[in-house]
């Protein structure tokens, strides 16, 4: 299992418009994602940036899975032109740090 953070940032003005675009996924693009591993996937939101964490059994081969999708290309045509493309992270962001598993002894 692979838990994964990425960043990615709004055009100026397109807030809400995002925010209702993902308030409701349509239940086949749900599906798809299920279907290429992925567990579950969280967006916050601080003004334009968006930051998300995805729970994923391979990252590598759920973007393989969802880009040959029809349904990511059409995704991809709306949710893109709402992003700062040149300033968003392209891919998984570099763990940092993580609180260690505690174990009682």
Same mark, same amino acid.
């Given at each position: !299992?692979?838990? +994964? ?6 055009? *100026? ?8 675009? /993902? ?9 798809? #994602?299920?279907d290429s591993g992925v567990r579950s996937w969280h967006i916050w939101r601080d003004g334009l940036d968006l930051f998300h ?5 391979? %990252?590598?081969?759920?973007?393989? =899975? !969802?880009? $040959? @999708?029809? @349904?990511?290309?059409? %995704? /991809?045509? +709306?949710? /893109? *032109? !709402?992003?700062? #493309?040149?300033? $968003?992270?392209?891919?998984? #962001?570099? @763990?940092?740090?993580?609180? *260690? =598993? /505690?174990?009682?002894?």
């Open positions: !299992m692979q838990v +994964i953070g990425l960043h990615t940032r709004l055009r *100026p003005g397109l807030e809400q418009t995002y925010e209702r675009i /993902h308030a409701k996924l349509a239940p086949e693009h749900e599906q798809a #994602l299920r964490t995805v729970v994923c059994e391979d %990252w590598a081969g759920m973007e393989a =899975a !969802m880009g $040959s @999708l029809e @349904l990511t290309h059409r %995704w /991809h045509d +709306i949710i /893109h *032109p !709402m992003l700062d #493309l040149a300033v $968003s992270q392209r891919g998984p #962001l570099p @763990l940092v740090w993580q609180l *260690p =598993a /505690h174990t009682s002894t």
